[in-house]
């Protein structure tokens, strides 16, 4: 997983400023999932992207998160409006392509976010 | 909608033992089911994958297995370290074609030397 990068490390915001968080998949990886790990919580899984696609953000809280992923660039994880809930890990998976059973998913280190 | 399930959430044992983490899920329709294994502070690291036509998968200490009729696997570590104490996470990649994980909240192992 070291291939996976994630910035920033550590990041904090007060209530309503907004949060970026930036994934690059592993070299030749075109596809990305990004999971929340809330305190005490196991990873929840918030949306799916392939390049220029969002394929699945069932995920996703209704307001003020938004994803993407570029043609050239990391994968964004955007929070808006931020407040004292959206405090948590959230980590970005690499995978090489869809629909193999035996590929798996690389996780990045991760983007602790804290909510002042 | 699959859920997946993890006991215990924390264990402790003295080095040497061997020990056994066990994960429930609730559909039985799963693609793989992945074993990782999560240090404090930092991400996550792929311990095994077994298919979903696969009943067990081994790597050095830790063997897995899966049992997809009655919706559990095992993860078995034979003779424990300290350097095992993490936390392991179970993950079962479902039913969808998206390919998204669906863990389980963990097991906290602690090794004492």
């Known amino acids: 997983n070291a ?5 920033p490390r550590h990041l904090v915001r007060r209530r309503g400023q907004e949060a970026r968080l930036r994934c690059s998949p592993m070299k030749g990886h075109s596809h990305v999932y990004w999971y929340r790990q809330l305190p005490e919580e196991g990873l929840k899984f918030m949306v799916y992207l392939q390049k220029e696609n969002i394929i699945d953000e069932s995920g996703m809280p209704k307001e003020r998160f938004s994803a993407e992923f570029p043609k050239e660039g ?5 929070i808006q409006q931020v407040v004292r809930g959206d405090s948590a890990a959230y980590f970005c998976a690499s995978f090489p392509r869809s629909g193999e059973s035996t ?3 690389y996780f990045g280190p991760g983007t602790r976010l804290t909510v002042l | 909608k699959q859920e997946v399930t993890q006991i215990p959430a924390a264990l402790s044992v003295p080095e040497g033992e ?5 994960c429930s899920f609730t559909d039985s329709a799963i693609y793989n089911l992945q074993w990782f294994r999560q240090d404090p502070g930092k991400g996550l690291t792929s311990l095994l994958l ?3 036509s696969q009943r067990e998968q081994t790597s050095g200490r830790l063997n897995a297995s899966l049992d997809k009729s009655s919706g559990r696997s095992t993860l078995y570590i034979a003779a424990s370290q300290p350097g095992d104490s993490a936390t392991y996470l179970c993950a079962v990649r479902g039913s969808s074609n998206t390919g998204k994980l669906i863990f ?5 192992l602690q090794v004492k030397p």
């Open chain 2, 104 to 108: 389980g909240q963990g097991t906290t």
């Open chain 1, 103 to 105: 590929d798996t998913q």
């Open chain 2, 50 to 52: 077994i298919q979903s």
């Open chain 2, 18 to 22: 061997n020990l056994v983490l066990n």
């Open chain 1, 3 to 7: 291939g996976v990068m994630q910035n």
């Open chain 1, 74 to 78: 990391p994968s964004i994880l955007r």
